[in-house]
């Protein structure tokens, strides 16, 4: 579907509220705000807390949701008790049994500051398996000497400035999706911001109120009435890419948060001819992990699908049967499983930033016996070129099942 611009004359119109300069309101006595987000790009890990040093209490939003507690601080760690679990329930594994999910239970929270801007986190509670072979079974995670989950770290007063969402921006990487049961991630989606107060889904072309608020969060009213806010936590000046928080939204504060990856949008973005295209595709989400990934594109119209192991000193390929354009878009298939079943993904473009990195809102679906199967929900990534893609010498491999070690995601996301 192809987003139409609409050029209003006067700016008068604007609806959605932006001040100039990036000031926040001020907080509750002895009340600061941090933001924590995971350092990897495929993982939408992020917590929200709100510390009172004062009465040393602590309200946390996360991933599974938001719940207020009592901390303790030794001076090298705080450890937040809280009143009610964050709680999350996704596809843990299959067995014998069947289709096997789990639902974890965190009660206590670590929190251990570094240096740099950098904090690890622990969370402490208990796993417990829905269905499977061991249904019921529970299994505690976490204690306070883990060395825990390094991420970023940033005062919210400290967040860049929101004075650029105005209208007549349009920004990839916000979502109206509602996460059904054992859903983990959320469909990204293109939004303009209209001169009405709106904004405007590009996929369902659902035109939604959305403003400014006093805590410089964009918060939209999605059907039947939910809100949802979104807030810029960082840019990347080399990239252009944006991280931000995604928050569900009452009682004007977050009720859980995740991470999204976002970027503007960039008119005549694309990847050119198939020439221009056929080059070794590195995936942005993989970048400057141990196990890099990448897409090779021939010219012949065919390619392979590269996963590198830098701990192992090994890769796997796979092959990639055909791609071509349909529009702008650049599609790739390949036959999975000896042809049991046929994957397109596809690469929908949305800025070119300088000559070797390609933004797109990266989506595929698996055909199965005649039914669609999504298998990557569309998701905000970038392909960074990395040189000419030449096929090699010897034969490719022929068609096979999905590799071993690639059956699960890698670093919270799928290839």
């Known amino acids: 579907m192809v987003l139409v611009r609409r050029h209003w004359r006067g700016a008068g119109m604007a609806a959605l509220m932006i001040s100039a300069c990036f000031t926040l309101p001020a907080s509750a006595a002895g009340t600061k705000s941090i933001a924590y987000y ?48 964050l709680s999350e329930t996704w596809l843990y594994s299959y067995d014998d049994c069947g289709t096997v999910y789990a639902r974890s239970a965190t009660h206590q929270v670590v929190v ?27 299994t505690p995670y976490g204690a306070l000497t883990d060395e825990g989950t390094s991420m970023k770290r940033l005062s919210m007063s400290a967040r860049p400035s929101m004075s650029d969402v105005q209208p007549g921006l349009e920004i990839a990487g916000f979502s109206e999706d509602h996460l059904a049961f054992a859903d983990l991630y959320y469909a990204q989606d293109v939004v303009w911001l209209d001169f009405n107060g709106r904004a405007r889904f590009r996929k369902t072309g659902d035109a939604v109120p959305a403003a400014i608020n006093a805590k410089q969060w964009l918060v939209m009213t999605l059907p039947p009435g939910d809100q949802r806010a979104f807030t810029r936590l960082a840019v ?36 050119g001819t198939v020439a221009q295209a056929s080059r070794k595709w590195e995936s942005g989400l993989f970048r400057g992990t141990q196990q890099p990934f990448f897409i090779y594109l021939y010219q012949d119209a065919t390619g392979e699908r590269v996963l590198k192991d830098l701990d ?47 933004w797109v809102l990266e989506s595929e ?19 960074f070129d990395t040189g000419k893609a030449v096929p090699p010498t010897a034969a490719r491999p022929a068609a096979q099942a999905w590799p071993e070690g690639w059956s699960r995601p890698v670093h919270g996301v799928t290839p």
């Open 112 to 138: 251990r500051d570094l240096p740099d801007g950098v904090t690890q986190t622990v969370e402490i509670g208990e796993r417990t398996q829905i269905g499977g072979c061991q249904d019921g079974e529970v």
């Open 38 to 85: 995971a350092l990897s790009e495929g993982s939408q890990s992020a917590y929200l807390i709100d510390w009172n040093s004062t009465q040393k209490k602590a309200r946390v939003a996360g991933n599974g949701g938001a719940s207020s507690g009592t901390y303790v601080d030794d001076g090298t760690q705080k450890v937040i008790t809280l009143a009610q679990p």
């Open 236 to 271: 990347n000046n080399t990239t252009q890419g944006e991280t931000w928080l995604m928050a569900g939204w009452v009682n004007d504060q977050a009720s859980w948060v995740v991470k999204q990856q976002v970027v503007k949008t960039q008119e005549g973005a694309g990847f």
């Open 312 to 358: 192992a000193g090994t890769e796997t390929r796979t092959p990639i049967d055909s791609w071509g354009f349909q529009g702008l878009t650049l599609w790739q298939e390949r036959r999975i499983s000896g042809g049991a079943y046929v994957a397109t993904r596809r690469w929908q473009p949305l800025r070119n930033e300088g000559t070797k990195t390609r």
């Open 365 to 383: 679906v698996r055909v199965q016996d005649g039914v669609d199967v999504v298998s990557i929900k569309p998701r905000v990534n970038y392909y």
